[in-house]
């Protein structure tokens, strides 16, 4: 093979390579799971409304306190205050 055709070769391999990423990334921009774009779609409701200060009587159960606590952010970032003194444990003085 000359060597105008390897260059040519090269070329379009490359150029191949650098498409292929660009439509996966594009493709794939948003890797939040279904979890956190369901709570991120809860969170922006209640904003459209208003807003909201979400408090340990909000919800039915720990876990699902404890879930919403982790997608919020927590225990690095507690907007909401779910766990008062900071020890990451939630809602401890709550009963559900």
Do not use: H, W
């Not at 040519?8 to 799971?33: G, K, L």
């Amino acid at each position: 093979m000359n060597n105008n055709l390897k260059s040519v070769a090269i070329i379009a391999i490359s150029a191949i390579i650098a498409t292929s990423i660009y439509v996966a990334r594009n493709q794939n921009n948003d890797i939040r799971t279904q979890e956190q774009k369901d709570f991120d779609s809860r969170i922006e409701a209640d904003r459209d409304d208003g807003g909201y200060d979400y408090d340990c009587s909000d919800f039915k159960t720990r876990q699902e306190a404890l879930d919403f606590f982790r997608l919020a952010g927590g225990p690095r970032n507690d907007p909401y205050g779910l766990d008062g003194d900071e020890d990451g444990v939630i809602c401890e003085n709550f009963s559900f």
